[in-house]
């Protein structure tokens, strides 16, 4: 059933009511257009659900259609910097987002043969002082539940489970998003949020070149129970060798720990959050790390295989009335955590377009805003895999001057703080 569209002009659906200290914090420029546009959405991911949310609590018309036929996201976790934190609390979303993320002290660098810690962020109310918004750690399907919850709560029907967007045609006058099904779905504007394989981009342009990056992430959740007692901190660590670099932070409320190791080998190519490995295959991968690294990998209950592949900035998101979203328009190595952070953005950024501009306006405004920042973490993303991976890390003695010159504070300062202190609420218009 497709959800019944709102007239022009109709109250807005209600919204999840703010809790304390937040608030929803809208900046228009222009007054809102007389008839606002049918919004047709490609794909319930993070991005997805986020760009639906901010345009329901504006009372638009919006349906989105997700391929899958269960609504849920894969058991993984996601970081959250103030960049994207700050939005979630704009949309009213911190308490519910409160009772499942973790907020971390601080992050640390630790070298996978000794040990040897390094402090390089405070976390926890640092990031509120100096960025205005926290730093969380969320297990992916529990954010994705908070959004998906908040949608429905605004429009119950306006999700199609089991509904493949394939394609799109486009007048001067609208567009119709074709489903697997043969159905045709016309609306005024089509946001196509359908993740990094996007049929859309491919339709706008071809296939495009992915390059393997010769290099792999593991993937794992581990009940932190399992953990020896010193390895149960409410820090995020970056553990960084040779070839190799393994990420390991809390998630709700610290009773998960999240697991992913990046290691530099060539015969994995496959792009997906779903292939399963073995605990024993990800301990050869990291066989030389630390014994704390493989205290959590014995725990891990199922280890995922997930290939990198690089994809270079797109010249332009939007196509008249089309619009690319997320990692449907800017894929990126996971290298600066950034990716969901982005999609955020994008998602109140083209909500905030839309509502200033008319449609074809609103998308171009939209990729005006976007199209410099979003290269630029794709490129600082790939950056970081060389300095993750530093041969000077392979010798304690090189490793130590190594990373007290490349992570001291000033330069931590200039690679992070234009991540943390941007604000989507305030670009674009
Ligand atoms: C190992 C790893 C770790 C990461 N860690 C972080 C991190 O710490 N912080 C961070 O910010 N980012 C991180 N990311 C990146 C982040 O996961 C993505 O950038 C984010 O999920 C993008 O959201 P999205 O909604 O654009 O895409 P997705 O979340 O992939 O959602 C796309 C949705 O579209 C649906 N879809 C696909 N095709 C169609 C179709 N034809 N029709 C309809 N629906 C369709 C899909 O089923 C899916 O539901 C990480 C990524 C990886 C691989």
């Given at each position: 059933?497709?959800?019944?569209?709102?007239?022009?002009?109709?109250?807005?659906?209600?919204?999840?009511?703010p809790s304390r200290g937040e608030g929803v914090s809208w900046h228009t420029a222009s007054?809102?257009?007389?008839?606002?546009?049918?919004?047709?959405?490609?794909?319930?991911?993070?991005?997805?659900?986020?760009?639906?949310?901010?345009?329901?609590?504006?009372?638009?018309?919006?349906?989105?259609?997700?391929?899958?036929?269960?609504?849920?996201?894969?058991?993984?976790?996601?970081?959250?910097?103030?960049?994207?934190?700050?939005?979630?609390?704009?949309?009213?979303?911190?308490?519910?987002?409160?009772?499942?993320?973790?907020?971390?002290?601080?992050?640390?660098?630790?070298?996978?043969?000794?040990?040897?810690?390094?402090?390089?962020?405070?976390?926890?109310?640092?990031?509120?002082?100096?960025?205005?918004?926290?730093?969380?750690?969320?297990?992916?399907?529990?954010?994705?539940?908070?959004?998906?919850?908040?949608?429905?709560?605004?429009?119950?029907?306006?999700?199609?489970?089991?509904?493949?967007?394939?394609?799109?045609?486009?007048?001067?006058?609208?567009?119709?998003?074709?489903?697997?099904?043969?159905?045709?779905?016309?609306?005024?504007?089509?946001?196509?949020?359908?993740?990094?394989?996007?049929?859309?981009?491919?339709?706008?342009?071809?296939?495009?070149?992915?390059?393997?990056?010769?290099?792999?992430?593991?993937?794992?959740?581990?009940?932190?129970?399992?953990?020896?007692?010193?390895?149960?901190?409410?820090?995020?660590?970056?553990?960084?060798?040779?070839?190799?670099?393994?990420?390991?932070?809390?998630?709700?409320?610290?009773?998960?720990?999240?697991?992913?190791?990046?290691?530099?080998?060539?015969?994995?190519?496959?792009?997906?959050?779903?292939e399963q490995g073995t605990r024993e295959e990800c301990a050869r991968d990291l066989a030389?790390?630390?014994?704390?690294?493989?205290?959590?990998?014995?725990?891990?209950?199922?280890?995922?295989?997930?290939?990198?592949?690089?994809?270079?900035?797109?010249?332009?998101?939007?196509?008249?009335?089309?619009?690319?979203?997320?990692?449907?328009?800017?894929?990126?190595?996971?290298?600066?955590?950034?990716?969901a952070n982005m999609a955020l953005e994008d998602a109140v950024i083209v909500a905030r377009?839309?509502?200033?501009?008319?449609?074809?306006?609103?998308?171009?405004?939209?990729?005006?805003?976007?199209?410099?920042?979003?290269?630029?973490?794709?490129?600082?993303?790939?950056?970081?895999?060389?300095?993750?991976?530093?041969?000077?890390?392979?010798?304690?003695?090189?490793?130590?001057?190594?990373?007290?010159?490349?992570?001291?504070?000033?330069?931590?300062?200039?690679?992070?703080?234009?991540?943390?202190?941007?604000?989507?609420?305030?670009?674009?218009?």
């Amino acid at each position: 059933m497709l959800a019944a569209p709102l007239q022009p002009g109709a109250a807005p659906p209600p919204q999840p009511s703010p809790s304390r200290g937040e608030g929803v914090s809208w900046h228009t420029a222009s007054p809102p257009l007389p008839v606002k546009p049918r919004v047709l959405i490609a794909g319930a991911g993070l991005c997805g659900l986020t760009a639906a949310l901010a345009l329901l609590q504006r009372g638009y018309d919006v349906r989105v259609f997700e391929q899958a036929t269960e609504l849920r996201e894969v058991g993984a976790g996601v970081q959250l910097g103030a960049n994207g934190t700050r939005l979630l609390i704009a949309l009213g979303l911190e308490a519910a987002m409160r009772r499942v993320v973790c907020e971390p002290t601080a992050k640390e660098i630790r070298l996978w043969t000794t040990g040897q810690t390094w402090p390089v962020f405070d976390l926890g109310v640092d990031s509120t002082e100096h960025y205005g918004a926290p730093y969380w750690m969320a297990h992916r399907g529990d954010f994705h539940g908070v959004l998906l919850a908040a949608v429905r709560a605004a429009a119950p029907d306006a999700i199609r489970a089991g509904a493949a967007g394939v394609g799109f045609e486009q007048t001067s006058d609208g567009v119709t998003l074709l489903l697997a099904n043969g159905e045709h779905v016309s609306g005024d504007v089509l946001l196509a949020a359908d993740g990094v394989h996007s049929p859309t981009r491919r339709q706008m342009f071809g296939e495009g070149r992915a390059r393997f990056t010769g290099i792999m992430a593991w993937r794992g959740l581990v009940p932190m129970e399992r953990l020896p007692e010193h390895m149960r901190r409410m820090v995020g660590t970056i553990w960084m060798g040779h070839g190799g670099h393994v990420v390991t932070y809390p998630l709700r409320r610290g009773e998960i720990l999240n697991f992913v190791g990046v290691v530099e080998r060539d015969d994995w190519r496959v792009e997906s959050w779903t292939e399963q490995g073995t605990r024993e295959e990800c301990a050869r991968d990291l066989a030389r790390w630390h014994e704390d690294v493989h205290a959590i990998i014995r725990n891990i209950d199922t280890p995922f295989k997930w290939a990198l592949l690089g994809r270079d900035p797109l010249p332009h998101f939007a196509d008249g009335r089309v619009c690319l979203m997320g990692d449907a328009a800017h894929p990126t190595l996971p290298f600066l955590a950034q990716g969901a952070n982005m999609a955020l953005e994008d998602a109140v950024i083209v909500a905030r377009c839309l509502d200033a501009f008319p449609v074809v306006e609103a998308l171009q405004r939209f990729q005006a805003a976007r199209l410099e920042r979003t290269a630029a973490i794709v490129r600082g993303s790939s950056d970081n895999t060389k300095r993750f991976h530093n041969p000077a890390l392979g010798d304690p003695a090189s490793a130590t001057a190594y990373v007290d010159r490349e992570f001291a504070a000033e330069k931590m300062q200039e690679r992070y703080d234009w991540l943390y202190a941007y604000d989507a609420l305030r670009v674009a218009i």
